[in-house]
């Protein structure tokens, strides 16, 4: 069945370096790739997505890069601050058997941002 | 009104209790659904909801039951949980049944069961 592996597992970065977190899925039929921001308590708040379609989009410190041939996918923020400190979860969105949508999760990054 | 809202916050119940969750958005969203959440784990699909309808149940226990009343309204009614049910129930709602499209989330039911 469908599978999306997410690394690391965890992450640790000084203020104001970047971070990178890569996905890889392997239904090829995915078309749409987003990426959710959990903290504690909290649901996943959906930070930035991509669709199949395109291979690069950025929004201020967050961007996602996508490569449809190698089924890989990352994220990136730069100049990281305290409160990116968080899990991030990948997920690959793509058709099932019964005509309906629905995502394959990654294993989850626990991002800290060391002050 | 741009987001999912759940109730209670927090549930404690035994295992011969009939309890319910209830999850509401007012975005217009057509698909509607419900994950589990252990700690450190990504969120789990159980059921999906597209046009009111039940497309998706991802062999749930049959002590879980979903209920979609109208289209901003979406319900799960818990009969004799065991207690590794306890978890963090999320809600979410997606603008499209059909298609691959965002989904937003709310901020969970955390459930204990003694």
């Known amino acids: 069945g469908e599978n999306v592996e997410q690394h690391p597992s965890t992450l640790s970065v000084q203020e104001g370096d970047s971070a990178v977190i890569k996905c890889t899925y392997s239904d090829s039929a995915s078309n749409y790739f987003p990426w959710y921001k959990q903290e504690l308590g909290k649901g996943p708040q959906l930070i930035i997505d991509?669709?199949?379609?395109?291979g690069e989009k950025k929004d201020q410190r967050i961007a996602v890069t996508l490569n449809k041939t190698a089924k890989h996918f990352s994220l990136h923020i730069t100049e990281t601050q305290p409160e990116d400190s968080a899990v991030y979860f990948c997920?690959?969105?793509?058709?099932?058997?019964?005509?309906?949508?629905?995502?394959?999760f990654g294993t989850g990054t626990r991002l800290k941002v060391l002050a | 009104d741009t987001e999912v809202t759940q109730t209670p916050k927090h549930l404690v119940m035994g295992m011969t209790n009939k309890k319910s969750l209830k999850c509401e958005q007012h975005?217009?969203?057509?698909?509607m659904y419900w994950y589990k959440q252990k700690a450190k784990k990504p969120p789990e699909l159980m059921f999906v909801?597209?046009?009111?309808?039940?497309?998706i149940n991802e062999s749930v226990p049959s002590r879980f039951s979903p209920e979609c009343p109208n289209s901003s309204l979406l319900n799960l009614h818990l009969h004799a949980l065991q207690p590794e049910d306890s978890a963090l129930y999320l809600c979410?709602?997606?603008?499209?049944?059909?298609?691959?499209?965002?989904?937003?989330f709310g901020p969970g039911t955390r459930l204990t069961v003694t």
């Open positions: 991509i669709r199949s379609n395109v």
């Open positions: 975005m217009g969203h057509r698909a």
């Open positions: 909801y597209s046009y009111e309808k039940l497309s």
């Open positions: 997920a690959a969105m793509g058709p099932t058997t019964s005509g309906t949508y629905k995502y394959i």
């Open positions: 979410a709602s997606s603008p499209s049944g059909t298609g691959a499209y965002e989904q937003y």
